[in-house]
């Protein structure tokens, strides 16, 4: 499954520092440009791996089910 993220990245001196727009708590630094957005795309993984692993605890115990939730634009 593919999802697209929006991050806001900027330098900031020898830095490279960004934020994902919609994940609160996934930023990450970077000395390139590059490096930046390989340590964003496996900060927002692993945020996505604990939320998941969050849900799936909370509703142990009783029936559910998984669906798709689309936002159109």
């Known amino acids: ?4 993220y929006r991050a806001v ?6 830095w490279w520092i960004g934020w994902i727009e919609e994940v609160p708590g996934v930023n990450s630094q970077g000395e390139t440009r590059e490096e930046l957005l390989e340590n964003l795309r496996s900060a927002l993984a692993e945020a996505l791996e604990l939320n998941r692993a969050d ?6 115990g009783a029936p559910y ?5 689309v936002l159109a634009a």
């Open 65 to 69: 089910e998984e669906v798709r939730v």
């Open 9 to 14: 990245i900027q330098q900031r001196g020898a």
């Open 1 to 4: 499954m593919e999802a697209n």
């Open 55 to 60: 849900a799936l605890a909370a509703a142990q």
